[in-house]
């Protein structure tokens, strides 16, 4: 059945999760963008009320990692179950948008926002707009692209590099996310706080 799909197929369905996933959120009484009314390119304060609000933000580069990782996990899935052939690119990237999705729907649950401001510096954080929910998705497509573009050790480099980049400026990135919202360590929590 997956021959039989070709990349126009694939694509209607990643704009269907997308609209899907804009439906849900709305359903969910998320805010369809930042409640002061404006929509803005880049919101670069990451502690604050614009954060995970606007188009992109310091976050972004997480969501644009998401795609450069799933790309691997798919290729490497894909050729796990099928011995070798490999699934079709547009397959491996509607299966990353429904991960991103459903991460975005978790994210936007009333449980992983207070996990956020229970156990990280996100204290202000009250979920993601419909907008940035969205926007995050299409950064990882655009992070899932870059690694099927890129050759294996610069998609690594460009990770490193992200998060580094990111940890560095706002001491918060991907990786530092995931720990304290699965194992809080109080060390991290205390670094993190230092820089507000």
Wanted: proline share 3%.
């Amino acid at each position: 059945m997956l021959n039989r799909l070709n990349n126009k197929h694939y694509a209607l369905i990643t704009v269907l999760l997308l609209i899907a996933t804009a439906a849900i959120l709305l359903a969910m009484g998320r805010e369809p963008i930042c409640k002061c009314g404006v929509i803005k390119l880049w919101a670069g304060t990451a502690n604050s009320a614009d954060s995970s609000q606007h188009i992109s933000d310091w976050y972004t580069p997480s969501h644009i990692i998401h795609g450069m990782l799933f790309y691997a996990l798919f290729w490497w899935m894909g050729r796990l179950f099928t011995d070798g052939a490999g699934w079709p690119m547009g397959f491996r990237l509607v299966l990353s948008v429904i991960v991103e999705a459903t991460w975005e729907l978790v994210e936007n649950s009333s449980y992983i926002i207070n996990r956020y401001r229970e156990a990280t510096i996100a204290l202000d954080y009250f979920g993601d707009s419909v907008l940035n929910s969205v926007f995050d998705i299409i950064w990882m497509i655009f992070g899932f692209w870059l690694a099927s573009r890129l050759p294996v050790w610069l998609s690594v480099v460009l990770i490193l590099a992200m998060e580094l980049i990111v940890g560095a400026i706002i001491r918060d990135n991907l990786t530092l996310n995931v720990i304290m919202l699965v194992y809080p360590l109080d060390a991290i929590k205390e670094w993190q706080m230092q820089a507000y």
